[in-house]
Nanobody, 117 residues
Framework: QVQLQESGPGLVKPSQTLSLTCTVS??????????WSWIRQPPGKGLEWMGV???????YYSPSLKSRTSISRDTSKNQFSLQLSSVTPEDTAVYYC?????????WGQGTQVTVSS
């Protein structure tokens, strides 16, 4: 089972771009049939799936966030990243990276991101 660790700034100003990286260990992000996702949980709310980058580099995004979201990867570092543009205080949340491989799901510990001036 892979291990995931999120990293990035904990505070972002409104209108700026939120950037987070997930470092993967214990397996390669190019291994067939892995799906690597970003998921967030705003305070007092449920989990929200944001988007995914598959093992072959293809990406899919939540329709509600598609215009502001970009997920990319660096295979040399075994990392995948999230960029969320034009953030507002409503983007304040705990952000998680997640891996799914067939029936097995692995999660990072999550990182708090606060959007505030």
């Amino acid at each position: 089972q892979v291990q995931l660790q999120e990293s990035g700034p904990g505070l972002v100003k409104p209108s700026q771009t939120l950037s987070l990286t997930c470092t993967v260990s214990g397996g390669s992000i190019t291994t067939s049939y892995y799906a690597w996702s970003w998921i967030r949980q705003p305070p007092g709310k449920g989990l929200e799936w944001m988007g995914v980058i598959a093992y072959d580099g293809s990406t899919y995004y939540s329709p509600s966030l598609k215009s502001r979201t970009s997920i990319s990867r660096d295979t040399s570092k075994n990392q995948f990243s999230l960029q969320l543009s034009s953030v507002t205080p409503e983007d304040t949340a705990v952000y998680y990276c997640n891996a799914v491989h067939f029936h097995v799901s692995s999660w990072g510990q999550g990182t708090q991101v606060t959007v505030s001036s």
